[in-house]
Each structure stands twice: as C-alpha cells, then as structure tokens.
C-alpha cells in the first residue's frame, strides 16, 4: 500500500511551488546562525529541516524515479536522513546542529536544484508510485513547517534575551467564553480515514468502535484557568498527577507550563513566536505537557464534582468529524499567520476544535485494527513510533490548513512540552 | 466505591490464613542476607515485601477498623509504605535494601501480631468498609507473592554463581506442538467484569467494544523460536523493532531474554528459579520486554506472510473468559510450584492461556470507559500508573490461581524484563 | 620490592590474632542485615569487609606459600578480591550488597579457617615474601577496620530512622581552645620513611623537599567554626569554591556537612556513629570534602586578612614527626573506642595531629621521587591510584594506633565525604 | 597585585592591533555557521571567543577605565562572560552555540567598536592598572586564539565527512630520530617566573625545589610508537593504566587517540587542521589525554626495563628555560602556521621542547607555595582550577610565539584530549 495521490500531475506542480515556497517564507527571517543552532536533540536547526524535506523528494521520488539520476551531493543522503534505517545508517540526530557544512546558501541551492528537477519528472509521466511519494512529500514538509516553528521557539526560549520570531502583536480582544458541555451519545460509530484522498497510513483503516456518551467542552482550557490551578498548588499536590507525571516534575523542577515565567512583579509572562507577553488569560493554555494536561483534568475534576478526564481520540473525532464537512478544518491555523493560540469565540457549539493548539487525549498512539504500514522506506514514517506516544488532535496555529483534517492523528511522549499542545476536557455522560 | 468482599468474616479469616501462609513458605529458603538485599529500584528485597503486605493490613485496615488501634512500631507506617502520597511521604523507593532494621525476625514478629490482631478483628463484627480493604489486602499480597520470586530470581541472576532458589526438576516432557490458529469472529463484545466478587477497579466497569475478526495462536511462543529469530539476527536488523525498541536494545546492548547466556560451546543456556540449565525448546519464552515480544512478532509476520501481531486485551479476554467459567483458571500457576514455565499439551483449542507467562497485548494501559478508582488512599492503587505501560494478561507459573481471573489486568513498562512475561501471537482474519 | 617485615613469625602470630579479633569485635553488634547492605558503591557492606580481609591472606599469603594448598572455597576468589586486576576480574563493586551467598555465617567460618591456616603456616618457617606479605595483609586489615565504620555509618545515615552504631556517651567536656600558630621555618627538609619496619610503598623513598616558612593551626577547625562558616553564607558564595567545587555542590545541592541536618528549631545536629546529637562548637567539623575544606580556608583568609590555607602534605610531616619519635602516635584513636572527634586540649604546641579526624591537604597524591610499586599484584596497591585525589595526613578515631604513623599517606578524591575527614588551617609565614 | 606590563602604550597600541588582527585571520576561513556551532560542552564556537576576547577588553578595561563609559551592547556582559562571578552570573556554557544573536556580522562590528575604545584609550593616559589589565587581555587573546583551533578541529571531527580547515600540505620530510636521553643532576633549583615582564599570576613566585637527577628524552613520542603501543594491546591491559583511567577508559570504550581512525585496509588514518591523513610514523603523537600518556609511560617502562615515566613540571621547566634564554621559544608554533605537530630535527640535544605538542606532566595543577592570586575579577582567572587538573608544559603548533615562555604552565583535567596535547618521557637518573 501506498499514499493517496492528492491530484492531477499539474495540480501537483502547483501545490509543490506552493508548499516548498511557504517553507522559505517561514525561514526567511533567521539568520545563518539561527538557522544552525540546536536547542535540544529532540528539536532540529531550521537549516536541517530545509534540506531534510528536500532530502525526502531527492531520495524518495527522483532517486527511484528520475531517469538517469544523479545525486545532487552524494554525502546528503546520509546527512540528511532523519530516521530511515531502510536508507542506511543516519547522521546522528543530537548532532544536527555540527552539520555546519553544506551552509545555508548551498541548502537553499539544494532546495532549487531538487524543486526544478521535481517540476520537470511531473512535466513527464512519473507513474503512480511517484506521484503518491510525491504527494506524502508534500505533506511531509508541511509537517516539518510546523516542526520549524516549534524548533524555532525552543531555541529562541534558550537565549537569554529571549528574542521574538516576529514583533508582537495588538493582544488578543474578545472576553472570557463560559464553559459549557457539548453532550454527544456515542454508540457504535466509526473512526478513522475511509475515502479517498491523503492521509496518513496511521489514520487507516476506518473501523467502528464503541462509545459510552460522553460531552466535551465548548472550548479549550485557558491560561487564566491554568493559573488558577498553579495558584491552588496543582504542581506541588501528588494525587493529581500519574505516578510517572508526578516523577516527571520532580526530576525536572517543572512548576508551570514550559514557556512561562514570573516577572519581578510576580506576574505571569508567557514567552511565544511574538516575544515575550503578559498573560492574557482567555488565551488557551499551551506547551503543556500529556502529564500536565491529565493533572489538570483530574483537579478540574475535584473542583467541579464531574467527571471530568481528557477525551479519548475516538470521542474527540468523532465529534470533529461533521464540523469539517469537505475535510476542511476551520480555526486558527498557519495560513492566518497569528503564531499564537486565540481566545474562543463566545458562539454556541464546540469552538477551537482545529487550530490554536493540538489537544491531548487520553489515548496511546497505537495502530487501528487492521492497520497496514505503507510499503518501502516510508513504512517506517508512522508505525515504528507506536509506543509510549499519546495522540494530539486538532491541529494549531502552526499547523497549515491544507494539512489538516478530522482523522488526523499527531502524536509525542507523555513529557513532550515544546509542541502547541493544549487540552479540552471532556465529561463522562450519565 | 471500594473492593467487593470475597466471603463471610469466618472465611476470609481462612483465607487470610492460608494466604498469608503462602507468603512464609515462599521466604522460608531464604537467609536474613537473602531477604535483605535490593538488586535494582524496581526490585524490592523479600523482606520489604514481608513487611509492606503486613504493613498494608496494619494500615489500610487495623489503623481505622480496631478499637483502640495502637501502631506495632510507628516508624513502619513511613518505612513500608510503597507509594501512598495519601498516607505519606514513603521512604525511598531504591534505598529499599538500606532498612536493615528491623530485622527479619522483627518483621516476622511484626507478621505475627498483626495477624493475630486481624483475626480478632474478623472474630468481632469490623463492617463493610473493613472487609472490603481486608479482602483486597489479601489479593495485594497474592500479587507481592508473585514479586518476591520475580525480584528474588533477579536478585540471584546478578550473583556471579547464579544460585539456585529451588533444585533443578526433571527436565519438562512433551515434544513440540505445532503453531496453528483458532479464529474468532469478534463483533460488539463485551469486557472487563461485570458481576459480584472481588477485582481490582481497573478491570472495571464491564463496557462494550468492537472487535474485528481475528485469531490467536493455539500456544505461546517457544524458547525454540526464540532462538530462531535471535540465530536470525533479529536484535540487529531495525526493521522488526518499534523505534523506541531500537533505542533500548543499541543504549542497553540487548542480544537476547534477561536471563539467557551462552555456555562455552555457544549453546544457549537459561536461568530461572531452577537454577541455569540448558535452553529447551519446546519451553515457552519467558523474561522478554513489549519491545522485544512486538519485534518477534513482526519477525514473525515477515517469515510467514501473515498479518501477525501480538493480541490486544480486549482479543484476548474475549477469547479467555469463556475457558474459565467460574472464574477459575487452569494453567500451570504458582499452586503447582513448577516454578518454570512448561512445554504446551498437544490438545486442540487455545492452550497455555492462564498461567506459564503472563502474554503481552499490544494495548496500552488505560482507563476503562466510565473507570473510576477506589475511594481513600487505595484509590492510588492502580490508576495512577496508567502511562506508558502495556497490558499483560493470563497470568504465570508465579501467580496463585485464586488471585487470577480472565478480565485481570497485569501492566508493566515497554522496557520491563524481569517478569514472567512472554507472549502470544495473533492474526487479523480475513 | 616487597613489604617490611614487621617481627619475628612469632610477633606476627600474635599480632595476627589481635588485629582479626579486633575486625570481628567492631562488626560484632551488626545484624546479617545490617552486614549484608551497600549503601553506596564507594561503601562496601561488612561482610564483604570481613570476606575481603580474609582473600588478602588467601590468596596472597596461603596460595602461594601453604604446601599443598587447597582454596576454602574456589569463587571466593573472584567474589572477594577487590581491585587485583594481575588476580583476575573483580566481581562488580556496585554490587557487593547482592552477594548474599556465602551468608554471614559462612563468612565467619571462612575467616576461622584461614586464621588456623594461616597460624600453621606462622608456625612454619614461611620465607620472607610469606612474612612481608602477611605484614602487608595485617596493615590492610587494619585499614579496612576503618573503612568498616566509615561505610556503616553511611549506611545507618541513609536509614530514615538514623539508628547509633552504639549509645551516646556523656558529652565530650572542655572549653573553646582559641586558635594560635606555631610557626616552622622550612628549609631543605626530608620527608617520607627512611628506616625500617612497615610502611606503604607510596610512603616511599624518604627525600628532600624544599619548604618556605609557615605556620600551621594549633588545633583543627571545629563545628562552631564551621557553624559560623554556614551562617555567613558560606555554602552560597562561589568566591570562595575552587571552580569544580562550585559545580559539585550546586549539582548536589550541597549547603553543610554530610552528616548535619536541622531540627525543627533550625538548630544544628550531628549524626555519628554514636548517634543523632546537637553540634558542639568544639568538637573538630568531620566528614567535609576537600572541596568545602579548601573554600573554608578561603573563607576563614578573607576573615582574618592572613594568608591562610591548607597545609601541604609535606609541611604536616614536617611538623608532625618530631610529636612521634618513635613512630609511635598519641591522640584519639580506634583504640580508645571514642568513634567520634573530642575537642582540643588547651596545652601549647599543636594538638589533634594525630587521630580525631584526617586533616585534608593541599597535596595530590602523587608519586614521590624514585617511587616503585610493591613487585606482583601487590604493586596495584597504592601507586594506580594517584590521580585526581588528594592526601590526608593524621589519622582519625577510626584509625587503628598501630596502623598510623607520621610518614602515612591517606588518599581521597576531592569530593568524598564520608571518611573521617576534616581540616587545620595553614598560613605563610612572613 | 596585578599583571606586569608589557610595554609603553604605544608598544601595547601596536601589540594590541597585531593580536586583535591575528584572531580574525584564524576565523577568517570560516562561515557564520561554522562559527556558531558548538560541539561540547568544553569547547566554544568561534563566534564566542571572538566575542568574549573583546568583552574581555570592555568589561575589564573600558567599563573601569574609559571615561563616559557606555556599553556597546548591555546584555553582551552577561552573554559573553565566561566564567567570573565576580561580574555577574554568567550564561550557561553549555549553551554557547545556542546564542544565535548577536550574529557574527555583529559580533564583529563589536570588534571594531572595542578596537577603536581600546586604540583612543591608549592614545590617552589610562593608568598603570588599565595597562596592565590590556596586556593581560592580549595574552587572554592568544590563549583564546589556540582554543580557537582546538574546538574548532573538534567541532570538524563531529562532522560525518571531516572537512579539513586547511588544505592538506606536502607530508613533512625527515627520517625517524633515535630516542635518547638527556641527564640532569638536579639539586636545589628555582622555577616559576622571577624577572619583569607580563607573566600569569600562577607562575609566581618565583621559589625553591629540590630535584634528584632525572634525563628527559630528546624528542617527544612519536605516532609510529603510539601505534606500537596500540598493536601491543595497550588500551586492553590494565596493568599500565591508572585505575581512573582503566575505568575512563571502558565507560568510553577509548582504543586509540582521539583523532586515530582505521581506513578500510585496518590502516591508522588521522583527522587534523589539514584533513584525513594517513599515519607518519615521525609525527609526534597529539590529542591524547594524561592517563593515555600515564599508560604509555608504563607500558614503555616495561619494554625498556629503564624507570620511564611522565617528568614533573619543576623537571621540564629546569631543563627547557636555558633554551629559551630571552624567554623567546623557537619551535613550530602558531606563526608557522603548519597546524599540525612536526617530526624531530635529527640534533643533539632536547628538541621539540616549545612547540608542536604540549607536554603532560606528572604534575598535578596546584598553588606555588605563596601563590597571591590577582586583585580584582581577574583574581578568578587561574586559582580558582587548581584541583584535578595537570600541568602541560610547552606550548603546541597552535601556540602564538610572543605568549609562550619556559614558566607558562598549562592544565587540564586527566581525561582532556582535544587540546594538542602529547607526551615526552622522563627517566629517573640512578
């Protein structure tokens, strides 16, 4: 099995110069050296992640099906390999950022080399197999756009200035939305991508499964709500918390979500792509981790008197799935270039369910019943990682639009924090 | 909500009896040193868990039931407490072996009069609540009987002569059992437990779920195959392991099951509670990780062309529970103090199911739809470990049979070895 | 070379019962439990103390000078032997604790044997390498006699209950002696051992040193001192921490000595082999690392204007050994069964030089000029050993009276701290 | 105290242009990418030290000495400081490569900037301590200049496909030159600095040490012997090993010097400045850390049956300050700029002494007796390392002529090996 091809050769060509040119734009701003740097072995230079995606066109479609393919630097094929053992032995992944040489000049000229010899195999008749790596390559880059940014923020969150990616700008307007529940009666439903078009092989089969009744709140948690559990001790109580959360925090000191930070006031700050800020609280909370997150279900829980916990996938999608009718997700995504998570909007119905930040459910990334990796190399793009993960849905500010869509299944460790990942609670139904 | 009670106060106080008889008699080899020594932080000395099961009852149920309650030694409340935050701050879990006092014999005293004082107080009338924790100390300390060997038989494999815990029996008979596979429909099924008696709140509420059709193998996978897929190179080939398998096996230099090594003519040689004797076939593989079992399996698929993969726990409680109609489960279980997992009978139907090696599912462990934990401290017991650990089913030779049961939930980390887990292969049906 | 014969084989004899006798009276009050825990890999447990000692006169004296000899148990060999790379591979000193077998009884039985071997041989006409190295194994028993207490203390320090190794006594008496110095004016001095009789290899040859003038403490600093010391913030400022100082206590949290805590007044108490006890001021500070004696003479110069530090090795004997003429030590000894540093006398002259604590130097331990290790195994005695430590001169109330000398070289890294270790100011004279 | 000075304003005007000049030449040939990456924690990006060379300058000259002063930038005194708290808490160092901003354009209009402060302050008449604390800052500079070289070569090593910093030259020309020895009787000497001229404050004072004869051999010790020793088993026999570094050893799995790699023949290749080069046996072995030079020692030892070892710091001093009789050394040093270590000249006498390697001595880094450290942050510069480092002696092929003399004593710790750091051996004298 193999991805979907996602369009006519020529529809291809267009979306191709499209993607790979919001690539650029979003590196356009750093500097060689902003573009080297490597904050954590879990986070990759700027640099990387632009030759990396061209990597994956040149080794996975020309390499097979270009005639009389020639590499364009044959050392590449090995520098910039992320993961693909079925390729050989990878550069090692903590050490990205030594990778000083190609610089960023002979990347970009990667990437224009790479982008016109793509451009001419779709001018032939590159056969089925290439248009669909073809097509996976694509998504995988927009992948990698929100990775960037990510990345981006983690390095920037390690300099002492903490400078911004781009200026701040006028704060968020729009009150405080109440919470209210969305109630929803499960049954025997399915799940999971079933038609045509993209996806990925992580989001197939589409299978039934069952499900209890369940509610899931009209919106996402905020920053100010997040405070209020700090302010109660959320962070210094161990019976909110999984035995290994609670382990997690006291290991690493963690007293808030990742990028917060007290000014000399004692005021909350919250460092983002826009700089550092004061904290707005009808801001959805983000870069907290699937500990954090299940902690926060569990006070809410006792606050409340509800059942409250995190929505499994299952609930999560199946819910979100009529609300993007044609596939479309609505939200604030990438393509509205805000870089920051947005307060809801004080409208009925579920809010934030696309965009603004991805939402931990309570679910281990695990294969669906019959799931089948793709074949080849990309096999190992999904299914080798279903361990130890738990599933994000909903996609964020820094997802693009054209990536997104009800079935799709993000997903990182239980201690992850440096993603846009936020949370919805959800309710067991009486 | 609390522990159901498993019988009148006259029977549970001979329950409580025999079961904490048991305990005595497994500890009965060992030395003061035995008993005292801690091989790793997972592991616990023997004598901790003599003192911990009684230390459970003395403060779960004396401290609150008991007229006039007076600690044994308060200092115990602190020094064998396991993990209750709700009771307080425990001691530390790797700096278990370092409490040298009390003694062995003061422990076994400390045995003997909370004993005595539990049976006064079964002898009087203690109330729901007290029978209820009384009834789940007594399956909390079937399962610590089951730690002690498996952290004894550690403890032993790191002694460089590898004493034996028990003389070595007459080697198992029984030749080979073919490998074939009994289908199951699936469909809406249900799970979990849904009658009276006693089970753990993770195994609760009975909920329904949809299966696909599938099939299990007839038997568990043997110490033959094993060394098939080890004779294969396959702790050298990435492709069969989930990448974080890959990174366990390159960090910890992983060639083989915890407890096989080479003698000097290469032939495999296994250590078990028996002591170091020759690799036999026909033996069901036993001390292998999550990782290690989903890389045969994928081994497997590759060699056979089968959809194979290891079970998931709702496949295979739905295919268990009817093999134990009241209950009850055959199988080669602690009772028979074979102490070794046994070569599987050539009987038509699904053998091995409870009892040699607890099998590993591919399914996370998670709440159950509508799971809610215990009231008061023992609601620590089992939800707060629901993250990255994986669900085992069915038991092994190290578990007592009245503490086992079809819907019983064991769960460790992907990378944990020292238990008496191996696996059992399942197929997707057509 | 080889070890000097300390008396004639009939001295030996008797000295060899004295000092076995003297190892089993100091683990006498200790449990099978308490014998059998390793409380750090530094610190060995007791029985394998009283195991090792016994190998020392197997393997190096018995294996090669009883005729006709037969090993008491052949694994012991491994299972006991220390660091003797030329004897073979150590079994793993992490896990010394997880040697439960032989049990303590056998150990004990195992040192019977040895002694009735060892006094046959004794009885013989054993040669000269048999005597030198039966000296050999008295002194390394002798050292062992400290490192016993040494490691038991830390054991009984990680125990939550903090248990005496024996009762308090009365309160050590005396007033504050005030702080003084008694100058030396250096020169072309010798230092190391020039006669006969036992030394270590590293205390040899004896050879000329250049020393300037200086000046040495009359006393050792004390608690109160030390209290002082913490109060003015002493642990918090890095200007007074040699650099790697300053790492190792932020990473390790450090803030007093090893063995002080608070009580819930904010008062100081001191945890010793005699128990939990509130400071007092006169008593020498002991179980401080190089690194926190080295920044409190840093401290104590800026306090007082005076060029002060810690002495060199060679400045210690120097003024040492004319207080032991005939090599013979007088102070606070093993032998005196204190188990704890006493306050200084109020007399002129230096006090406390030998006994109480090991006063930490300013001196690696380092090869003297013309140093040769002992020929054969014993060569891996001392000599491999010299990087990156440094030496104590004195002895402690740990150190055996027979064992000490002016010219002895005690050697630790710079942030051990659980030896007897403490310090005297040193200043440059004018 | 304070540093001497080097000469009258204008000499240091002058000297001053030269250093500053020099600097920029060695990190001319490299991009921002090269200049930014960080590939250990023990080693800097060239963009730092550009910047922290000139910080230098404005922190301790300009900030105290520069009438009106203001800062170039604000925040560079806390980025760019590398390690004295005296001015402030430094950032962390293991994030150097991680300050991405200022980028190297900037970093350089910093250089001008400071350069033109500097120069206009020298026109004027800044004071004696202002002099001294510019002379300081030049040698500061040079010193900054070899590191340049050494992290950056370690940097090139982690790069999979090792890209020389300079293209490879012709090999070096000469034949093997025959070890022999050069006695010298020693008796009561002085070392360390006792004249004018700028020295760093831990080669003062000037003082007295008695040495026993010793010979140093003519020459250092050459690949083709390290390869020797290689081929003998070195690296796998314990016996020539310090026990600290036996155990560096296996926990690194070390088999050969850093840069040593094995070409697909099982032939010696080394990495340096000039690329991937087969071995010369003549070169003289480099990039190897204290224990190797210890084991080598040892092991050399034992093949001649001669007392080699590793000299002291008082031995190689006394023997090398005659040949530097104006305390100007000749040797290949930085200004050849042949980057790499040379083979001996075929002369009589001790060759090789300044230049090519710096060489491990037996002497660990401590206090000369009535060492002051200087007045002021600058106090910080050199005391405060004096624990488990070693003294190297000699100056490397990455040494600046004009910083080097027969007093200057390099250090780092035991396990060190990216330095240009080799060996020659001592003997005692009978």
Redo the contacts between chains.
Sequence with gaps: MLPAIDGSPAELARRYRSVRAATLALTAPL?????????MTDASPA?WHLAHTTWFFETLVLERFEPGFRPHQG?YR??FNS?Y??IGQP?QRS?R?????P??AEVLAYRRAVDERVQALLGGDPGATALSLLTLGLHHEQQHQELILTDLLH?LS????L?AYRPAPAPAVGGAVPLSWIANEGG?VEIGHGGAGFVFDNEQPR??????PYALANRLVTQGEWADFVADGGYRE??W??????DWLRTHRIEHPLYWQRDGAGLWQVFSLRGLQPLQRERPVVQVS??EA?AFAAWSAAQSGL?L?LP?EAEWEHAAAPLAPAGLAEGNLLDDDRLEPQPAADRPGLQQLFGDVWEWT???Y??Y??F?PWDGAVG?YNG?????QVVLRGGSCATPRSHLRASYRNFFP?DARWQFSGLRLAC?AA
């Excluded at 950022?97 to 040489?101: C, H, N």
């Excluded at 299978?207 to 209890?212: C, M, P, S, V």
């Excluded at 918390?241 to 609670?246: D, Q, T």
């Design positions: 500097s060689e050296a902003d573009a080297q740097a490597q904050s640099k050392a090995m520098l993961y053992n079925a550069a050490q950022g030594l990778i000083t040489r610089g960023l390095l390690c300099h002492p200035l400078p025997l299978h039934r499964q069952w499900l209890a161990p019976r918390w999984l035995a290994a959360g609670w699937l500990y299940d059942p916990r499994t309570r679910s281990a695990a294969p019943p019959g089948r190992e080798k990682f279903m361990a130890n239980t067991d």
